[in-house]
Every structure is written in C-alpha cells, then in structure tokens.
C-alpha cells in the first residue's frame, strides 16, 4: 500500500499500542492537537488521555518522567516538537536513559523511543534547522535510527518501541509528506542493518534520513552521463553496519558520504574511518565526504540552500572520486 512517512509512523505506534498496553505516547500536543505533524492522528479517540499524554512545554520534565515510567517497566515514546528542543533534556537523555542500564549492572532496563522531526526544513532558521544525530551517536547506550521511506520508518519504529533499550528516532521534518510503498501485514525491521536501495558498479554513495532520497535523485542524473552509482541507505547511525559498506566498497572502489549534519566531527568522519580502518585496500582513491557548512543555518532560502547539500555537490564529489 502506499504511504506518506507520517501515515507509516502513525500506523507503527498504533499496531503497537494495540499490541502492548504497556506502550504510551508523551509529548507537546500528541493529544488532542494529534501532534505538531500529525502523526498521533486519531490516538485520544482511540487509546485515551491516559496513554495519550499532552504535556507542558518542558522537555527535560517529560523525557525524565518517561525514562522513570520505563524504568518501572512502561514502554514510553516521546514525541519531541523537534529534536532542537531535544536540547534541553540532554542531560536526562545522556545522564540517565542512556547510562542507568549500565550503572544498574543489568538490573534495570529503560524501554522507550524519544522521536521527532530534525534537520533543515524550509527557512526556520539558525535555531530549529539542525542535525544532531552525531551528539547522540556519541553517546554509548543510544542506540539512534534515521529512516528515510515510509517502509523503513514503520519498521524501524515497531522494532525500536519493542527494544529494551533507549533508541533516538529522527525523521526528517521534510520526509513527513513523502509518500512510497509500505509492506501489508506485520513486519519489523532490524536495527543496525542498512541497505542497498540502489546497485551500481562505479561509485558507492552512502546517506541516510532524507539525504538518501537526494543521494538517489543524484544517482538517476549521473546515469545520464554514464556513472553507475550505488546507493546506500544506512537506516541506522548506531549501531552503524559497516559489512554492508564495506562490501559496497569492495565492488565499487570508491565512497562518497552525504550527511546534512555539519563537517567538523560529522557522522560521516565517524563512518569514512570505519571503512578506511576495515576497506583500505579495496578503496581506488580518498572517500569523499558532502556535509552541511560549518555555520548556523541562515535564514534567507538563498544563503540556506548554500548551507545543505544538493545533487550539484554530490556530483562533483562523485567526479572527484573518479
């Protein structure tokens, strides 16, 4: 059937919460506003205020109360308005869902999903355009997942909700109308598992989140000057699938990263030394990186285009590595 990315997230929290009556859903508005996007549409009617919690407008507040529900066996998702606001509960993301499995020796788990929209959007500004899927990557005890087709989101999404661990889960606030085919019936996907959306023999392009669509638009342009990309959907960021990279690299000989996120201690630094450090040999030449400008995104469109990479960039970076 086919899906928009925020029908696909609708219908993996509400197969869950049908599931598990432990699963419940927390944030700014998921109630009777339905979300700020729309994706708990329909959730008060059916499942309640009572797993169906509209909060204040305190983050560090209701991501604290949510790890303290997990920890007593609950199975929350918070819904941030975007994950710019995620700032403010970073210590209760860092300090405590990410470290008290470890620090309880086992003994106590934190089960919850902390979701919501990140990255540029159109013009909103040095404040609510940012990409900080490397801040949580450098956390151990995060797992974090960035999906970009509706299929992937919905399976992504059930499985991260059924793990027993804390799981960061950005979509893209652009990617929300996107629309592509999503799976009929029950299905997960793993985590840590990306995938080959596109082959190619002369040059692999690795991106995730909604530079994979990019990195795929990019791919059809350069089939008509004769390169045959292959594109690399990395789906999750940690824990991060090299194998599948690397076994891209060893057929193409060539790598070119496609991040959104700013270059200075990119995710794409973290992913490049993975397969240098595993594929040397069996790379033809220096991996490419494309990354958003190491600057806060400004507001004017034509200054934020510059700041986000576009498929002029990736081809360059392409004919570069060839």
């Known amino acids: 059937m086919n899906l928009s990315y925020r029908e696909a997230l609708n219908q993996a929290m509400r197969e869950e919460m049908q599931r598990d009556d432990r699963v419940f859903l927390i944030g700014e508005e998921v109630g009777y506003y339905q979300g700020a996007f729309k994706v708990s549409k329909g959730f008060v009617e059916e499942f309640g205020t009572e797993r169906v919690r509209d909060t204040p407008i305190t983050e560090a507040g209701f991501t604290g109360l949510a790890i303290g529900a997990a920890m007593t066996g609950l199975r929350p998702i918070v819904e941030l308005m975007t994950f710019n606001f995620g700032i403010l509960a970073l210590d209760q993301i860092v300090n405590n869902a990410a470290k008290i499995r470890y620090m309880s020796g086992g003994q106590i788990s934190v089960p919850m999903v902390i979701r919501g929209p990140g990255s540029a959007a159109h013009q909103l500004a040095a404040q609510h355009s940012q990409s900080l899927e490397a801040w949580f990557c450098h956390v151990p005890g995060l797992k974090v997942i960035a999906p970009a087709t509706p299929h992937d989101a919905k399976g992504l999404l059930k499985t991260a909700i059924r793990d027993d661990n804390p799981v960061i889960f950005i979509e893209a606030q652009l990617l929300y109308g996107t629309k592509g085919e999503v799976q009929e019936g029950e299905y997960t996907i793993p985590i840590g598992k990306a995938e080959i959306k596109r082959e190619g023999q002369d040059v692999t392009i690795a ?68 397969v240098y450090s595993t594929a040397f040999d069996a790379l033809d030449g220096p991996i490419v990186r494309v990354t958003g400008e190491d600057v806060p995104m400004p507001y004017a469109r034509p200054l934020e285009d510059l700041a986000i990479p576009d498929r002029a960039r990736i081809i360059q970076a392409v004919k570069q590595v060839l």
């Open 207 to 274: 991106a995730y989140s909604k530079m994979l669509l990019l990195a795929l638009e990019t791919a059809a342009d350069l089939e008509q000057d004769g390169i045959d990309a292959e594109v690399v959907d990395l789906r999750t960021l940690k824990p991060l699938d090299v194998d599948t990279l690397v076994q891209s690299v060893k057929k193409t000989g060539r790598l070119v990263i496609v991040e959104e996120g700013w270059r200075f201690a990119g995710l794409g630094a973290q992913i490049a030394e993975s």
